[in-house]
T-cell receptor
Framework: DQQVKQNSPSLSVQEGRISILNCDYT??????FLWYKKYPAEGPTFLIS?????DKNEDGRFTVFLNKSAKHLSLHIVPSQPGDSAVYFC????????????FGPGTRLSVLP | DGGITQSPKYLFRKEGQNVTLSCEQN?????MYWYRQDPGQGLRLIYY???????QKGDIAEGYSVSREKKESFPLTVTSAQKNPTAFYLC??????????FGQGTRLTVV
């Protein structure tokens, strides 16, 4: 039973447009959420995080939105660039309880020039 | 430069052999993790360690073993009991109130 779900295995977006990657979770104890970006044969790199006390966090072209009542978060990339093409993982944890991250299965984003 | 280092990048193993993957970090992080990634799947947790000399099984620990004798090091041994060891292995470390930092991964292939 997956606690963190990313229901879209892949997404294609035109360069310059907005990319929206979605993530749903089932464990209401999760209070810290992160997005990672991963290129083939490399380790994931941290992109952006959000604590459950917030509903939005922005960092440059990346914005994460959290809807606690729906147990849903999304990553918006605006504008999308070809270099953003990668697999994006959503991760969740209970921040003050061992911080054992649970990862979603990932969404492969392709940004088309 | 602080970071987390995995070695080797590529590893080939004959069936029936044990192999050990190295993971070292100089970030002074308390917790370290091993994940496995298979094509089309997310990251699955193998083992994790919150402090030295203590470690816990993750979701897919069967066929693997770890040790945590030093804070900086968390080696993973893939034993012959692991039936499908070919995968991409990722090590991560973190401390409270930070995101996890990942190594560059080791691709293990059974030949």
């Amino acid at each position: 039973d997956q606690q963190v779900k990313q229901n879209s295995p892949s997404l294609s977006v035109q360069e310059g447009r907005i990319s929206i990657l979605n993530c749903d979770y089932t464990n209401s104890m999760f209070d810290y959420f992160l997005w990672y970006k991963k290129y083939p044969a490399e380790g994931p790199t941290f992109l952006i995080s959000i604590s459950s006390i917030k509903d939005k966090n922005e960092d440059g072209r990346f914005t994460v939105f959290l809807n606690k009542s729906a147990k849903h978060l999304s990553l918006h990339i605006v504008p999308s660039q070809p270099g953003d093409s990668a697999v994006y993982f959503c991760a969740a944890s209970v921040k003050n309880y061992g911080q054992n991250f649970v990862f979603g299965p990932g969404t492969r984003l392709s940004v088309l020039p | 430069d602080g970071g987390i280092t995995q070695s080797p990048k590529y590893l080939f193993r004959k069936e029936g052999q044990n192999v050990t993957l190295s993971c070292e970090q100089n970030l002074n992080h308390d917790a370290m993790y091993w994940y496995r990634q298979d094509p089309g799947q997310g990251l699955r947790l193998i083992y994790y360690s919150q402090i030295v000399n203590d470690f816990q099984k993750g979701d897919i620990a069967e066929g693997y073993s770890v040790s945590r004798e030093k804070k900086e090091s968390f080696p993973l041994t893939v034993t012959s009991a692991q039936k499908n060891p070919t995968a991409f292995y990722l090590c991560a470390s973190e401390t409270r109130n930070t995101e996890a930092f990942f190594g560059q991964g080791t691709r293990l292939t059974v030949v």
